[in-house]
């Protein structure tokens, strides 16, 4: 059925996207291009707001070069497999810096 489908998919993302995210966040030395997220004064004043939005830049990035598109465009398994790796990556990243 299509829930089926949709659940493979949804599980073939996250696996695909988690084996790209260890291999980016343990190589620190080939950091993904993109948006910086804030300035390094920004990064003191509000860490929480800056360690979320770096977490949303770089699942967001990940995620559009692994699919070839914006994630959601193929459907909304992709769109909240990429939601689920950012919300993940929020929690294990940036609990130490948010209350």
Known sequence: SS??????LS???L???SSILVTVWCN????LEGPVSCSLEEYREMPCVCCKKNCW?????????ELGHMPGEAGEAEA?????????CMITDCGEVCP
Do not use: D, E, G
Request: aromatic share 6%.
């Open 80 to 88: 909240m497999a990429t939601l689920r790796l950012i919300r993940a």
């Open 57 to 65: 830049y770089t699942i967001a990035s990940v995620a559009t070069h």
């Open 28 to 31: 620190p030395a080939k950091p």
């Open 11 to 13: 599980l073939a993302l």
């Open 15 to 17: 696996t695909a996207f």
């Open 3 to 8: 829930s089926r489908m949709n659940s493979a």
